[in-house]
């Protein structure tokens, strides 16, 4: 079936009009790294937890400007958890887990605004979260829980 002239050129005139706006909001970055406010994009990008969830054993989130990656140590007792991972700058950020010196997990997040979720085991004890991107600059945000 062939579509008379004028319904042929409406039909391209408005796929090439989507083809332009999609283009423009492809390329358009969604955070400035250096510029934004990182309390306020973690609001967005990791909005709290339901009240059945209960509260956040260990939560973060910050800056990297750089490829080295940065960590902290938490007291964590024994159980099981719900970690989640967030990123926004482009590339993959990594969240590696450990406790007593032994990696237990490490997550991957696409760093669109995707949000990564594992369930993790814990012993009991020091527990290190160590956040990495070799996609610099990237924001990150993470927040353990307990499984439900």
Known sequence: MTLP???????????AAAAVVLSGTACTPRVSIEDADVPEWQ?????????????AVVEES????????????????????SL?????GGG???LAVSVAGKEVLDLGAACY???ETAKLDVP???VEFSVS???????????????G
């Open 43 to 55: 609001a967005t990008a990791l909005p709290s937890p339901s009240p059945a969830a209960g509260d």
């Open 113 to 115: 605004g995707t949000r």
């Open 84 to 88: 989640t991972l967030v990123c926004e």
């Open 5 to 15: 002239r004028p319904a042929l050129r409406r039909a391209l005139a408005l796929a």
């Open 124 to 126: 009991g004890g020091p």
């Open 92 to 94: 993959k950020a990594f």
């Open 133 to 147: 991107s070799v996609d610099a600059p990237t924001l990150y945000a993470y927040r353990l829980l307990p499984a």
């Open 62 to 81: 910050g800056r990297l400007m750089d490829a080295e990656p940065t960590a902290i140590t938490s007291e964590v007792a024994a159980g099981t958890y």
